[in-house]
């Protein structure tokens, strides 16, 4: 695999010479210094190091949750790396997932109505959101059905958070 002239078709992910840098003061702390690396479709990574490493910051960068300082992010054949904010904010909604640590549910919104968060953030409607939410929660399901799959009302992002 050629990362660093783009001869790797099949990469989903490539990341080409990434630096990323913080300025505090008179400091600069190099946390990542010249990183290449690619991620194939259906290719599971781990990214393993010493605390301090640059794991996190790497993964913020991953995750469109932050930018490089330098180098290339070819996330599906577009180059993130020096997107604005709201650019990420619609590579995250359509192109990422995450599976955090501790859940981040919203506590005030029901299991159903967290599924169909995101999904009106993308603009579906009301009657192509509740199938999807059926589909997803169906495998969280109490036994007794207190996950209702049904988001009734609908949560709509400018009313509720
Ligand atoms: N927001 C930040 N501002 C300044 N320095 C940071 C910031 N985040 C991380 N660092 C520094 O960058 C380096 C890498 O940190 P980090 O990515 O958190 O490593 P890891 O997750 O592998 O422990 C460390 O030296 C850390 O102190
Ligand atoms: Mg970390």
Not at 26 to 32: E, F, H, I
Not at 38 to 66: H, Q, W, Y
Not at 82 to 108: C, E, K, T
Not at 117 to 138: C, H, I, K, N, T
């Amino acid at each position: 695999m050629d990362i660093r002239s783009g001869q790797d078709g099949d990469a989903v992910i490539r990341i080409v010479d990434v630096a990323k840098r913080y300025v505090i003061g008179q400091n600069v702390v190099n946390a990542l210094d010249g990183v290449s690396f690619g991620v194939r479709a259906g290719e599971f990574l781990a990214i393993m190091g010493s605390s301090g490493s640059g794991k996190s910051t790497m993964l913020n960068i991953l995750g469109c949750l932050d930018r490089p300082s330098e180098g290339e992010y070819w996330l599906g054949g577009v180059n993130v790396a020096h997107m604005d904010d709201d650019a990420l904010s619609d590579h995250r909604l359509y192109n990422l997932g995450f599976v955090f640590q501790s859940f981040h549910l919203i506590p005030q919104l029901t299991v159903a109505e967290n599924i169909a968060l995101p999904l009106f953030y993308r603009g579906l409607e009301d009657d192509q959101v509740a199938p999807r939410v059926q589909e997803l929660a169906s495998p969280t399901n109490s036994p007794a059905g207190s996950a209702s799959a049904s988001p009734s009302p609908a949560p709509s992002p400018t009313t509720r958070p």
